[in-house]
């Protein structure tokens, strides 16, 4: 009765033994069980890092559309400039000067230069490209007469002269229209420097629509939608930091014919 007893004992013993081992070695071998919640509550937490950095971006970009004027994205200074903030190189950038204006005058190739060498992501080709988006940019918001876009690209002085010619055009019921079909001549008169302070004078001929029509109608007051006009001016454009925040200082007609 007694070796019974023993022998119940020891088999419930094996048993709950191996059971423990086999139970531990499937356990081991078998992959693990994924939590679904944790899944999902992981991807919405990366993915809300996604955003927030995504809205960061889109932010920083309508903050620089704003203080470049390139709404434009004025002065978009080119990608390998950008990642790479550029050795400067003395040769290379009177090559590259030389390369797009072959007759550029020895001064503002020397000024050029300068800026280049103090301002990484300066290049004279963007101050060219820019020049030409600002002009576009104050033609088009005269036309459109936006005072808030031509406040954000022209200083106090020349946004008051401005803001005068479209308040007289309004008094009057009329609306000037401005279109520029294309540049004939750009060149940069003079570049001065002095602390921080850059101003850059071009002298430029536009081939352009310009003529006048009355709000109440619609009809040609003056000028012509079809017969284009050259016009001959001096624009100043001016920044006071890194050359990346330019506004226009001043604008002097030449002639026109």
Not at 11 to 22: G, M, P, T
Not at 106 to 121: D, G, R, T
Not at 170 to 175: N, R, Y
Not at 213 to 224: F, N, P, R
Request: proline share 2%; net charge positive; with cysteine.
């Amino acid at each position: 009765m007694i070796d019974v007893l023993f022998f119940s004992i020891l088999a419930i013993f094996v048993i709950l033994r191996l059971k423990k081992i086999l139970g531990n070695e499937q356990t081991e071998e078998s992959p693990k069980k994924v939590d679904k919640n944790q899944s999902i509550s992981r991807f919405q937490k990366y993915s809300k890092i996604i955003k927030i950095n995504t809205k960061a971006e889109k932010d920083f970009s309508k903050k620089q559309e704003i203080n470049s004027p390139d709404l434009q994205q004025q002065f978009s200074y080119d990608e390998i400039s950008i990642k790479k903030k550029r050795q400067f190189d003395h040769d290379s950038v009177r090559s590259e000067i030389l390369s797009i204006n072959p007759n550029e005058k020895e001064e503002v190739i020397e000024n050029v230069i300068f800026l280049c060498k103090k301002y990484p992501f300066f290049s004279y080709k963007t101050l060219i490209s820019g020049f030409q988006m600002i002009n576009e940019q104050v033609i088009k918001s005269y036309s459109s007469q936006s005072h808030k876009d031509l406040l954000v690209i022209l200083n106090d002085d020349t946004f008051d002269k401005f803001s005068k010619a479209i308040e007289e055009n309004e008094s009057h019921d009329i609306l000037e229209k401005i279109e520029i079909l294309r540049f004939e001549e750009l060149e940069i008169k003079e570049i001065k420097t002095k602390n921080k302070n850059t101003d850059v004078v071009f002298n430029l001929s536009t081939k352009q629509l310009q003529y006048k029509i009355a709000k109440s109608d619609g009809l040609v007051v003056s000028g012509s939608k079809s017969s284009a006009v050259s016009r001959k001016e001096e624009w100043t454009i001016s920044d006071a930091g890194d050359c990346l925040n330019w506004k226009v200082t001043k604008v002097k007609l030449l002639g026109s014919f």
